[in-house]
């Protein structure tokens, strides 16, 4: 079974910087390619980007050039480091694996909350 433990969300204030990272157990983290996604209330849970275990990794258009993933497979880690944040990037993140040819992702989780206003 897979479990994924977060750390690194909290409050921040318009235009200052976080860093949100995953760790992921129970599964061969290094075969799958993963994304961070975020969800607000009452919304579809959306995909801020995604890495390949080989390290490439693309981006919704919302937050090109102000977030990073990055990601450790020896650690089986995954990492979101967001700056220039803004309020509408409050929400729940989360981190899992890109859905498999049958929608198949692993457990989700509890997230963890950014909150970012002034």
């Known amino acids: 079974q897979v479990h994924i433990r977060y750390s690194g969300g909290g409050s921040v204030q318009p235009g200052e910087s976080l860093r949100l990272s995953c760790d992921i157990s129970g599964t061969n983290f290094k075969l799958f390619t993963t994304g961070w996604y975020r969800q607000t209330p009452g919304q579809e849970r959306e995909l801020v980007g995604s890495?390949?275990?080989?390290?490439?990794?693309t981006y919704a258009d919302f937050v090109k050039e102000r977030f990073t993933i990055s990601r450790d497979n020896i650690r089986r880690m995954m990492h979101l480091q967001m700056s220039g944040l803004k309020p509408e990037d409050t929400a729940a993140y989360y981190c899992n694996r890109l859905p498999s040819s049958s929608g198949a992702t692993w457990a989700w989780g509890r997230g963890t909350q950014v909150t970012v206003s002034s």
């Open positions: 890495i390949t275990p080989e390290g490439a990794t």
